[in-house]
């Protein structure tokens, strides 16, 4: 009882820190718009990482000795492996809900059958960071 009382707690602490939470995008959207998107690329992240640089003053480019600069190399591993570790260890868990209408087609003895219902459970799935 202890541990309920703290996890509202928690969950109470949060939302008064202001957070705001993105509405939900719609299913049509993400079938749409999922396909459509890139994928993950340390080569341009890097890329886009490194000409925001001036922004916050920091010098881009070749060293004045004409060495490449240890910091842009650096840029570019730490990204490298952050794209890696999401790639290969990110977890992205999806849940149906109950009442989800569902169609399936069949057949018996007489001949092709339609059957609709819906859902009556979550039902939990996983998907690929890409």
Do not use: H, W
Not at 6 to 22: H, M, Q, Y
């Amino acid at each position: 009882m202890n541990n309920l009382k703290s996890i509202f707690k928690l969950i109470g602490a949060l939302l008064k820190t202001g957070l705001s939470f993105a509405p939900p995008v719609p299913p049509p959207l993400i079938l749409i718009g999922g396909a459509q998107r890139p994928g993950l690329n340390a080569r341009m992240i890097t890329t886009r990482i490194i000409a925001r640089k001036p922004e916050a003053g920091a010098p881009v480019g070749p060293l004045s000795s004409g060495a490449e600069s240890i910091d842009e190399k650096m840029e570019r591993i730490r990204v490298e492996e952050i794209v890696a570790a999401l790639l290969s260890e990110a977890k992205i868990t999806v849940v149906i809900p109950a009442g989800t209408p569902v169609t399936a087609i069949g057949g018996n003895v007489g001949g092709p059958i339609v059957c609709q219902g819906v859902t009556t459970n979550y039902t939990q799935g996983y998907g690929i960071l890409q």
